[in-house]
């Protein structure tokens, strides 16, 4: 059985507002993330096609508070409040916030990069 965990993920990124320990199983990346300053995403997601988040992700929020902005509609999600966020959305969390999410690997290393780019300038 593949696992992971916070303490044993294979790569740790500090990207100023949240940190990230990433593993992949089997496809699949999961990310432990913590929120270290209130950010919205949706500058970061403006060079991917349509202006936001192109990968699904499925996770927990443990702490604290996510908004999920997508064309029509905003979600609210919560500690305790397992999600879906389908592709065409854009994250905005609170600082403190803790959430395990999962997605398809390929997927998110596409977000990544476009995200690694505009923090770059």
């Not at 992971?4 to 320990?21: C, L, N, P, Y």
């Not at 936001?52 to 996770?59: A, E, F, I, M, V």
């Not at 959430?99 to 990544?112: G, K, N, T, W």
Request: glycine share 8%; with cysteine.
């Amino acid at each position: 059985m593949a696992k992971a965990s916070s303490a044993t993920a294979e790569t740790v990124k500090d990207f100023g507002v949240a940190v990230d320990r990433s593993s992949e199983l089997d496809g699949y990346a999961v990310n432990f993330v913590t929120i270290t300053k209130t950010h919205d995403l949706a500058p970061m997601l403006a060079r991917l096609p349509g202006g936001n988040c192109s990968c699904p992700h499925w996770g927990v929020v443990l702490k604290g508070r996510v908004i999920v902005r997508y064309a029509d509609h905003e979600e609210v999600l919560e500690a305790g409040d397992a999600f879906y966020m389908a592709p065409g959305h854009a994250p905005e969390a609170e600082e403190g916030t803790e959430l395990i999410q999962f997605s398809p690997a390929d997927q998110l290393a596409e977000v990544e990069a476009a995200i690694a780019a505009a923090m770059s300038g």
